[in-house]
């Protein structure tokens, strides 16, 4: 459920409000930029999948192979440790979590400041291997989902961020497994994408991002 929310957000566009909230032409404020989101994202998301999406927003930002791997390493150690403290932000905290091994709060309280200090300060040591500024960034890439406009690919955005944050807020009102908020956050940006579709007459089929085709991709 929560890898089918991830890929409907990322093939309708969604990620498209990370890469524009990234974008800056100086090398190091780029690199912790990059640091915060990914780890962020990664307390949200599980940590390989915001690897994967914060690598292809890398893509469209860094032309220079060599600053883009060093990038790419940080987008590593900050998905491990944005995950770390969260327990819905890693397979093994959320089997953790389900099982009632660890606490919501405990996890957190606990885990918090450690995992702040283990990606601050290889991103600090990083930073002086770049210097000088990034080629202006492309605002539109071929692939990138232009079905929806820019502000219905921000509220897929945000249905799909804001309720995989939901999950453990449902959880704790309403005592049902975790697996049942995950699905009712799936439902519900399935209906509004549905919504969004239908609304728009002169899309080709074959070029649609919906969920019942995404969902062969997932399998």
């Known amino acids: 459920g929560a890898m089918t929310i991830v890929e409907i957000v990322d093939a309708n566009g969604g ?3 990370v890469r524009d909230r990234l974008q800056t032409t100086s090398k190091r404020k780029l690199l912790w930029r ?7 994202l990664s307390a949200i998301l599980d940590n390989l999948t ?5 690598v292809m927003v890398l893509r469209k930002l860094v032309s220079d192979n060599k600053d883009r791997m060093i990038y790419a390493g940080l987008v590593i150690l900050a998905a491990n440790a944005g995950g770390a403290f969260s327990p819905i932000g890693d397979v093994t905290t959320i089997m953790l979590w389900i099982k009632g091994n660890i606490s919501t709060i405990g996890v957190i309280t606990e885990i918090f400041l450690p995992s702040v200090a283990s990606v601050v300060v290889p ?3 990083l930073q002086t291997s770049l210097k000088g500024e990034l080629a202006a ?10 079905h929806f406009t820019a502000a219905e690919r921000n509220v897929v955005f945000w249905l799909g961020v804001g309720g995989l944050i939901f999950v ?7 005592g049902l497994p ?3 908020g995950i699905l009712l956050v799936l439902g519900l940006l399935w209906t509004v994408t549905e919504l969004f579709y239908r609304s728009r007459g002169d899309v ?16």
């Open 204 to 219: 080709e089929e074959t070029t649609q991002q919906r969920v019942t085709q995404l969902l062969s991709r997932i399998d």
């Open 15 to 17: 990620f498209n409000f």
């Open 123 to 125: 991103a600090l040591i």
């Open 178 to 180: 975790p697996f049942m």
């Open 50 to 54: 915001t690897s994967i999406v914060m």
């Open 34 to 40: 990059i640091t915060f989101m990914t780890f962020v």
């Open 168 to 174: 453990p807020v449902f959880r704790f009102l309403t």
């Open 137 to 146: 960034p492309q605002m539109a890439q071929e692939g990138d989902a232009l």
